[in-house]
Structure formats: C-alpha cells, structure tokens
C-alpha cells in the first residue's frame, strides 16, 4: 500500500481536487492507496472538507494540528501515521503534478528507497524568490555535502526510510533528512505547475527565516566563518599594530585617528555578527533541548469504511 501524505495549510478547495486527482490516477493504476491530510491548523473549512472525505470515502486519515506549526511539521505528523510500505509527500496545491506518483511508484518497485522528486521548471514564481532558492541550495549543498539543486518535499520514501526519519528526534529539514539518510536513490523530474486554488503560503521574509533556519540545522559552517573572520581581523589587526607603533617610533602617533575609527567600527561590527551566529545556534540548542512536540494534534479522523489491507 502507498501512503499519499498530503500536509494542508487553508487548502479548503484543494482538498477533494486532490483527492480526486490522486485517487484516479492510483486506481487507474491498480495501486492501493492511503490519504493522510494533515491540517497545519487551518483558519478555514479544510478540516471539515477532511472530516467530509474521511466519510465518503475509503482509506482517508486527517489530523488537525491545535494550530499551524509549519509544513515540515505537517510532514513529519504525516510520516509518524503511515501503515503503506512507502510513503509519497505531495502539496495540496496539485503543484506537484500526481501522475508522477505513479513514476515513483513504479521505480520503488524496482527496489529504489527514496525517489526524489526534482523540479525542472520552477514554475511561476517571482524573480528574486527562485533567485534566491538557487543561491539556498547551492549554499546548503556545499556546507552540508551533498547536492540537493532543485529539490523538493515532494518524494516517495520507502517503509525503512519513514521508519528511520519518525525515530530521528531532531526537528531537521525534511528536504535534506532525505538526503542525509542515504539508501538507493532515484530522481524524477517534474515541472511545478500553477496552484489549483488560493495562494502560496510564502512571504519573502518567512522564506528568508526559512533558510537561515536550515542552514543552521545543517551545518555549522557560519560559526566556522565566525572562527575565520575572527583569524582575518586578527592580522589585519598585527599589521595595523606594527604600523601604529613605527607611526610612535618616528613621532606622528597622533595622525591615524581615521584608522583608528575605522578599526574599531569593523571589529564592533565583526564581533557583534558573530555574536549574532554563535547566539542563534544556542538558541537552537536551546529550542531542541525543551524538546517540545513538533506539533500537536487536537482531533482525528479516519475513513470507517476500510479497503482489507492487501500487502
Ligand atoms: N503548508 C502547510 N503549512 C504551512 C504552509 C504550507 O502545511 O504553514 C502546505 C500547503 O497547504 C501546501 C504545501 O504546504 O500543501 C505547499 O505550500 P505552498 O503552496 O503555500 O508553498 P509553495 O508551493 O508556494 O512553495
Ligand atoms: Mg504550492
């Protein structure tokens, strides 16, 4: 059986597209499948439109989030609820076009672990944001080690994989986790396609916040450029020393103050950026060890109407 885990932010209307879209594709496809909604809190009728489907029909699981906690919580909920042998992460938005499920499925056949879904075109998406993504993945890729250009949550994760993701207990970047697992990887490229109904969830400055937060889940390395600014400043700062004193020495100590000034600006600013890094991983130390729930689940449904599990 396949999981279909669908995480939904105000996606009232995208709910019964995609069940719709998927389910057929599935059927059509003689695949079973499974459908976990998960609602990151929703503002709107989603849930309802959840509760509706769990009614109507077979093998639909919702869960209700007290309230939004973020997509990558939303998967993880999902991930912690699959009972197929593998399990697919796909937008409510239909932006991630379904029947490359059934690509991914079929590869997963052949004994693939992880089927990556990565983005050919990028759709429609304002100039500095795919900018920008491109400057984010280049960046993580390289501190982190592996290439993730163009990747995506949407991806098909065999039974192992789920199992070793729920059992991590950081709250990590599922795009990269992905990665980071290893197993046997395949790619299948899609092209994004314009949002079914409503808008992006996407504010420039969440996405912003976004990367920042998966660097730093990632890799250490701006600390490390703390540790290499810090060595720069430093010979700068023996070259400026010597030149001071030979400026005594030969008597013209009082000229320089502009040097001086100048110094004493770029370190305050160095050090206080480094503060700014070193203190922004504490915090995520600090965040970790609360060791709070990711999310919070206030109420689920799940199809009474059951299809037998067939393996
Ligand atoms: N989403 C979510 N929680 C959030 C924001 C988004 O579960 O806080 C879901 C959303 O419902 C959709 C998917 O994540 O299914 C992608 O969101 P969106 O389409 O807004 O992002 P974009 O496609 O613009 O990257
Ligand atoms: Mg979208």
């Known amino acids: 059986m396949l999981s279909v885990i669908i995480p939904a932010y105000n996606e009232e209307k995208c709910i019964e597209l995609a069940y719709g879209a998927i389910q057929s594709l599935l059927a059509e496809n ?145 795009r990269a986790i992905s990665y980071w697992v290893g197993y046997n990887k395949a790619t299948v490229e899609y092209d994004v396609k314009e949002r079914v109904d409503g808008e992006s969830k996407w504010s420039t400055v969440g996405l912003i916040k976004y990367a920042v937060s998966n660097i730093s889940s990632f890799s250490t390395a701006p600390m490390q450029i703390v540790t290499a600014l810090g060595i720069v400043m430093l010979v700068i700062s023996v070259i400026f020393g010597v030149w001071a004193l030979i400026d005594k020495i030969i008597g013209r100590a009082l000229e320089g103050m502009t040097t001086v000034i100048i110094i004493t600006i770029f370190i305050g600013s160095i050090i206080m950026i480094s503060l700014g890094i070193i203190g922004y991983y504490i915090a995520r130390i600090y965040e970790e060890i609360k060791g709070r729930p990711r999310y919070i689940i206030s109420s689920s449904v799940r199809s009474t109407r059951k299809n037998p599990p067939a393996k």
């Open 30 to 174: 003689e695949i079973e499948g499974e459908f976990i909604f998960v609602d990151d809190g929703s503002k709107d009728n989603t849930y309802e439109m959840i509760t509706r489907l769990s009614e109507e029909k077979e093998n639909v699981i919702g869960l209700h989030f007290s309230r939004n906690f973020g997509k990558e919580s939303a998967i993880s909920a999902g991930l912690a609820s699959v009972n197929g042998d593998c399990a697919v992460v796909i937008d409510c938005d239909l932006q991630h076009p379904p029947e490359k499920i059934i690509e991914m499925y079929r590869l997963w056949e052949q004994g693939y672990e992880i089927v990556e879904g990565i983005k050919k075109e990028r759709g429609q998406e304002k100039k500095m944001h795919s900018f920008g993504a491109k400057f984010f993945y280049s960046a993580i890729s390289r501190m982190a080690g592996f290439d993730m250009a163009n990747s995506s949550d949407f991806k098909l994760l065999d039974r192992k994989v789920v199992d070793v993701i729920n059992k991590m207990p950081e709250r990590g970047f599922f």
